[in-house]
C-alpha cells in the first residue's frame, strides 16, 4: 500500500473491509480477531494510529511494537499471510495490516471463529451463524449438498423437466443425464442435489416435508378469524405458480377502460401483482431449507399482506447492504428460476418492490431482517 491509497482509505473511513485502531491494543488477542475477521470475509485492512473520527493519532513504532504483531499474526491459525506496511502521514507514524480472503476457511483465534458483520468484527455464537459462515465458504451450500434417498429411476419427474427446458429456452437434443450434468444437477453415480429434488421430484415433501408454502386469509387486521387456510406443496416451480394464484384470488380487483371509445377493459389488481413475484420468487430461493420446523407463509389480511420464509437476511450482507447486494443462500436454485426468466437483474428484486408499490401510490413495503424473514406489504385505505 502507497500513501495515496492509504489517504483514501482515510477519507472513506471505516466499513466492511476497513477498520481504525487509535492505539495498539493491550491484548495482542484483540488485534489478531480483528485480523481474522478479514481472512473469514472478503479480505480487509486494519489501521493502528487513526481514530473512530478518522482523525491521524498516529502510534509507536520500534522493534518491540513490530514483534507483538508479529506475535498478533501468529495467534491466527491456519497461518495466515498478513502485509505489514508503516507510514508516515502528518508527521505522525500508522501502520496498516493488510491480508486478503483466506483460502482455508474457517481462521480461528483460540478456537473461536471471528467474522465481519457490517463494520464490526463478531464471534460467532450460534447454529445459525456457523451455518451460514460454512454456506458462504462454500462447504455446506443446502441446495448443493446431495440427497441420498432420491432415485433417479423412481422419483425423478421427467414431464416437468421438459417443461423446464422449453422455459428456459434449452435445447433437449442431449441425452438427459448430459442435460442433467451440464446443468450441475447431479454428481457422478446418479447422486442428485437437494436443489434438484426441490425442483424436479415427483414428490418433494416425500424428501423434504418442510418445503411448503401455507397461504392464510385472516378476517381483520389480527389472527384470530381465519377465512381460509390452505398448504400449497410440490415443486419450487408450482408452489410459486400456486401462491400467486392465491393472492391474487383473494386481493380486490378494479377495472379500468383503456379508450374513451370502449377498448378492452384493463384488470388493476389492488397491490401490484410484480411485487408478489418478487416476494415469492426471493423466499422460495432465500430460505433456510435447514429449518425443518418452519415453512414459508403468506398471510393476508384486511389491511395487509405479509409474507415469511425461514432465515434472516445472509449474515454476510449487512442491513446496509440490503436491497443493494444479493447473495443467496440457494444459488442452484436461485440460478434454475434465472433460467425460467422469473429473476431479472440479480440483486434489483427490493428496488422493484419499492418502485411498484411507490408508482400505485401505496406506502413502501417493510422489511423485517431479524430471524425470520419478512415483508409487508399495504392495502389501500379503504
Known amino acids: 500500500m502507497n500513501i495515496e491509497e492509504l489517504a483514501i482509505i482515510l477519507q472513506q473511513g471505516e466499513g466492511y473491509n476497513i477498520e481504525f485502531k487509535q492505539a495498539m491494543p493491550s491484548k495482542l488477542k484483540e488485534l489478531a480477531e480483528e485480523i481474522c475477521a478479514f481472512a473469514n470475509a472478503a479480505g480487509g485492512i486494519l489501521v493502528v494510529g487513526v481514530d473512530d473520527n478518522n482523525s491521524i493519532k498516529g ?13 498478533a499474526i501468529n ?18 507514524m500508522i501502520i496498516c495490516l493488510a491480508c486478503k480472503s483466506g483460502n482455508q476457511k474457517p481462521y480461528t483465534v483460540s478456537g473461536n ?26 462447504k455446506i451450500y443446502f441446495d448443493e449438498a446431495l440427497c441420498k ?12 423437466f421438459k417443461e423446464f ?93 383503456e379508450s374513451q371509445k370502449g377498448g378492452p377493459r384493463k384488470e388493476i389488481l389492488e397491490i401490484p401483482e410484480v411485487v408478489f413475484h418478487e416476494a415469492l420468487i426471493n423466499s422460495l430461493a432465500h430460505r433456510d431449507y435447514y429449518e425443518k420446523g418452519a415453512n414459508i407463509n403468506v398471510e393476508i389480511y384486511d389491511n395487509r399482506v405479509e ?8 449474515h454476510s450482507i449487512s442491513k446496509n447492504e440490503f436491497g443493494k447486494r444479493s447473495l443467496s ?34 406506502p413502501a413495503p417493510v422489511f423485517n431482517l431479524e430471524g425470520i424473514f419478512a415483508v409487508t406489504f399495504f392495502r389501500p385505505i379503504a
Do not use: W
Not at 59 to 71: D, G, K, P, Y
Not at 332 to 359: C, P, Q, T, W, Y
Open 59 to 71: 502510534v509507536t513504532i520500534n522493534n518491540v511494537i513490530r514483534s507483538r504483531l508479529q506475535e
Open 75 to 92: 495467534l491466527i491459525q491456519p497461518r495466515l499471510e498478513v502485509i505489514i506496511t508503516e507510514h508516515e502521514m502528518k508527521g505522525k
Open 113 to 138: 471463529i471471528f467474522v465481519r458483520n457490517g463494520p464490526n468484527c463478531e464471534k460467532i455464537t450460534s447454529v445459525e451463524q456457523m451455518r451460514e459462515f460454512f454456506q458462504q465458504s462454500d
Open 149 to 160: 434417498k432420491f432415485s433417479y429411476s423412481e422419483d425423478f419427474d421427467r414431464t416437468f
Open 165 to 257: 427446458l422449453k422455459l428456459a429456452k434449452i435445447s433437449s437434443t442431449l441425452p438427459e443425464k448430459v442435460l442433467l450434468e451440464n446443468l450441475k444437477l447431479c454428481a457422478n453415480n446418479d447422486n442428485f442435489k437437494n436443489g434438484t429434488v426441490l425442483f424436479f421430484a415427483k414428490d418433494v415433501q416425500k424428501f423434504f416435508e418442510q418445503a411448503i408454502i401455507r397461504c392464510v386469509l385472516f378476517k381483520g387486521t389480527d389472527k384470530r378469524y381465519i377465512l381460509d387456510d390452505k398448504v400449497i406443496s410440490g415443486n419450487l416451480f408450482s408452489q410459486y405458480h400456486e401462491a400467486l394464484k392465491y393472492i391474487i384470488s383473494k386481493l380486490n380487483l378494479s377495472y379500468e377502460i
Open 307 to 314: 409474507i415469511t420464509n425461514p432465515g434472516g437476511l445472509v
Open 329 to 362: 443462500r440457494n444459488s442452484l436454485v436461485f440460478g434454475l428460476f434465472e433460467r425460467m426468466d422469473l429473476v431479472e437483474k440479480i440483486g434489483s428484486g427490493i428496488s422493484r418492490m419499492r418502485n411498484a408499490m411507490h408508482e400505485a401510490n401505496l
